[in-house]
């Protein structure tokens, strides 16, 4: 992969931005609140995949969850459902 490809990809995304310095590029995800430091070998020796893969840190995770028998993903839930979901607790009964 290239430098200027990568700058391509992360221009076209809303929630990554970057930026360069003498040894790479520091690369950050505001929504997953990432910052990764990416040196410029790094860029040139591994695909788009890994790069993006080692600058989300694990944190890109679909969270499901189950609401009266049905299993549902968190990630297309609005403000309001998700606020909800934070505040549920677990019953005994």
Known sequence: MGLD???SWLD???DWDYKLDDEGMLVRNSR???MTH???EAIEKNSLDTL????TQGR???HI????GYFSRTS???KGKTAELKDRHRSRF
Do not use: I, P, Y
């Open 5 to 7: 490809e990568l700058k």
């Open 12 to 14: 076209s995304r809303e």
């Open 32 to 34: 997953l609140e990432t």
């Open 38 to 40: 990416v040196t410029f």
């Open 52 to 55: 993006t893969a080692a600058c």
């Open 60 to 62: 890109d995770v679909d």
């Open 65 to 68: 969850t189950r609401v009266t």
């Open 76 to 78: 297309g839930w609005n």
